[in-house]
């Protein structure tokens, strides 16, 4: 097998390395906003945000530090908290 052909290519190995990183972010989200009895409904508006994004988020997306600091503040979250989990995260954002 040729080394273009091999489906662990380094290109594809980082793409599937941030998504994962990036799902891990946003179940840890999730798990926050459960925690406090949160619905995305609320999360999500508390936020300034439209559902679909929040919920872009809890699936994998990556936000810029705006949107995780707003979304702390919706769940009443540290922002040192949230620090650690995007430095926890940090190969999300690579």
């Known amino acids: 097998m040729r080394v273009s052909q091999h489906p662990f290519t380094r290109r594809r190995f980082a793409a599937f390395r941030r998504k994962s990183w990036g799902r891990l972010f946003g179940a840890f989200l999730r798990d926050a906003r459960l925690e406090r009895g949160r619905s995305v409904e609320d999360a999500a508006g508390a936020a300034g945000m439209e559902v679909s994004e929040w919920e872009a988020v ?7 530090w705006a949107t995780v600091c707003r979304m702390a503040d919706a769940l009443g979250v540290d922002r040192m908290g949230i620090a650690s989990l995007v430095l926890f995260c940090h190969e999300a954002w690579d």
């Open 58 to 64: 809890e699936a994998g997306r990556v936000p810029d």
